[in-house]
């Protein structure tokens, strides 16, 4: 599985104008809290250990970014005690080396996943998603992924380059 997409830094009165947008053409899909904690080693591989709402989620993902559209390869699984990985973890010298807290009002719309986030230390954007099942697909998925943020007012210059992760490194 491919996961293609891009996000856009938006001002908190362009978040509640798009609320107010996507409740009338979208499938609202919920409201979650994602806490990542983010590993690494010395080597610089790493991982997430994410909690959404209570369930705790294992992620590997291999990532690409060219233009501001991610296409990445992502493996997830779920754990039970995140308290028992983070040991394993750390004893095969895997580290903690920061955290995000993403709030998000996750919306569906033509088979994209449209999330509306608030990430603690960033502030305010808009996400949108699309999981395609092989290689082949990206491209399409891409500018498909443009119109989508072009029909709720957005163009590629607005996208993003930077990885959240990247940016939190920065602050």
């Not at 947008?21 to 994410?50: C, H, M, P, Q, W």
């Not at 808009?126 to 998925?141: F, G, H, N």
């Amino acid at each position: 599985m491919f996961e293609v997409e891009a996000k856009v830094a938006i001002s908190k009165g362009d978040f509640c104008k798009l609320q107010k947008k996507l409740k009338n053409i979208a499938v609202f899909k919920g409201i979650y809290e994602k806490k990542d904690t983010y590993y690494n080693n010395s080597k610089g591989a790493f991982i997430r250990v994410r909690d959404e709402n209570g369930d705790i989620i294992f992620g590997l993902k291999d990532k690409g970014l060219h233009g501001g559209i991610e296409a990445n390869t992502e493996i997830e699984w779920g754990i039970k005690d995140a308290k028992k990985w983070n040991k394993i973890l750390n004893n095969i010298d895997i580290k903690p080396f920061i955290r995000k807290n993403k709030k998000t009002e996750a919306y569906i719309l033509d088979n994209f996943i449209i999330e509306l986030n608030f990430v603690s230390k960033l502030g305010y954007f808009i996400e949108i998603e699309r999981v395609v099942k092989s290689k082949k697909e990206i491209l399409k998925a891409k500018k498909e992924l443009i119109d989508m943020f072009k029909k709720l007012g957005y163009s590629h210059k607005d996208f993003e380059k930077k990885y959240y992760l990247d940016m939190l490194l920065n602050k």
